[in-house]
């Protein structure tokens, strides 16, 4: 009988889980990192993840970025950040077809695994930072995304309940 539920320290404070189950025809691997909420760096934290999503050194444009995913049968990297008690999980993700449903063979673990890391290890940069562009288009997007949240008054006050 296979283990569905496997969990291991790496080391101090970080552990390896996996879950198997065979009737599903994706595969999801998700990396988390947590931090104490702080007022301070809770706007950044929330850029952070969406920034890693969308492109490496390696891939640099979205553009090029999203067409790799295309051809790699519609898989995704998702950066998302969110609120756990007290603590803000910075999340990147990466969804993609399981490696038995690849119609040539290809190795969809190895290849999504060296994009998620490649996304979190080598990111866009310049002079040692984020992209400027590249951090502004996602700010405005996280302010469109608010404003809507705003407007959807059931979830915004759901959340402004959580906050309180």
């Given amino acids: 009988m296979n283990e569905i539920l496997n969990r291991r320290k790496i080391a101090e404070g970080v552990h390896f ?41 390696k891939i640099p444009t979205y553009k090029e970025f999203n067409n790799k995913m ?20 910075l999340r990147l993700a990466a969804f993609y077809l399981d490696d038995a449903y690849a119609l040539s ?5 190895e290849i999504m695994t060296d994009t998620l890391i490649d996304c979190l290890t080598d ?17 405005k997007t996280v302010i469109d995304n608010i404003a809507a949240a705003i407007n959807d008054k ?11």
């Fill in 154 to 164: 059931r979830s915004y006050a759901t959340d402004r309940a959580l906050q309180t």
């Fill in 70 to 89: 295309s051809r790699l049968y519609a898989s995704v990297v998702n950066g998302s950040s969110s609120r756990q008690y007290d603590l803000q999980a």
């Fill in 105 to 109: 063979g290809e190795k969809m673990t």
């Fill in 17 to 57: 889980s996996s879950i198997t189950d065979n009737r599903y025809k994706k595969n999801l691997i998700s990396v988390i990192f947590y931090t104490e909420m702080n007022e301070n760096t809770v706007t950044d934290n929330v850029i952070v993840p969406e920034l890693l999503s969308k492109c490496n050194a």
């Fill in 123 to 139: 990111p866009v940069t310049e002079n040692g930072a984020f992209s400027a562009k590249l951090t502004e288009l996602e700010k």
